[in-house]
């Protein structure tokens, strides 16, 4: 697929929303633009953190959320969550290679509840996680920051993994997303967008954008965002 034929999809981040004022946040950022919700679960165990789990999915879906939501498990183990998502109505579900025993079944998994599924690399995962399983992904989630926080700096060594993963989406055939996490800025995601990316989690820039009291606080950021990825 060329540049051209790429559509792209912003998916803010909710590990920097405001979790007390939740099903709001996430109403003001659909209505500001976002394609997805990006959906971070973190274990304490596989990263240094402890966020959201399936129960605060399906509290989204009943509050009225019909927008994707991305469920990126940073968990070890993955199996059991993976069922917990799919009942909790996650549209993508994504894992990292390393925390699974058996990649193929747990892709398996989550393609047999009818959801997409997604294989996870942290900065410094190889990509030949990919080499016998790409028939059954939907979806490559490269890492651009250490997994677990919020508000990290880019690394820049993944504008090439970018590319590298790009060419073996084009050399698969397949509709795969490529989707970019962390330290994505309005003034990075135009060259990221260029080395291969269609999908753009972004946390901390949009979430931290404008003022509490303004329910359009998200209106210029995303807004500032499609300009960029108009360029390309
Ligand atoms: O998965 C994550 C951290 O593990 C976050 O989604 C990511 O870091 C996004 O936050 P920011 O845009 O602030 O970098």
Do not use: W
């Amino acid at each position: 697929m060329s540049d051209a034929n790429r559509d792209f999809l912003i998916a803010p981040s909710i590990l920097s929303a405001d979790f007390a004022r939740l099903g709001e946040e996430v109403d003001n950022v659909l209505a500001s633009g976002a394609d997805i919700v990006h959906f971070d679960v973190m274990d304490n165990h596989y990263v240094p953190n402890l966020t959201i789990g399936p129960m605060v999915c399906e509290a989204l879906r009943k509050h009225g959320v019909t927008a994707p939501i991305d469920a990126h498990l940073m968990v070890k183990p993955v199996d059991r969550l993976i069922g917990d998502f799919i009942d909790a109505g996650a549209t993508y579900i994504t894992f990292h290679p390393e925390a699974s025993e058996h990649v193929d079944r747990s892709l398996q998994l989550i393609r047999d509840g009818g959801c997409r599924a997604g294989l996870v690399f942290n900065p410094a995962t190889p990509l030949s996680y990919l080499d016998y399983v790409m028939d059954k992904v939907d979806m490559i989630l490269l890492m651009s920051v250490n997994p677990g926080f919020g508000g990290q700096a880019f690394i820049p060594a993944t504008l090439d993994k970018l590319r590298e993963a790009r060419r073996r989406i084009d050399a698969s055939g397949r509709a795969i997303r490529l989707e970019i996490d962390g330290g994505v800025k309005v003034e990075n995601i135009a060259e990221i967008a260029r080395a291969g990316a269609d999908t753009f989690v972004a946390g901390s820039a949009v979430f931290k954008a404008g003022s509490d009291s303004d329910p359009n606080r998200y209106d210029s950021v995303m807004r500032a965002f499609r300009e960029q990825l108009a360029l390309v």
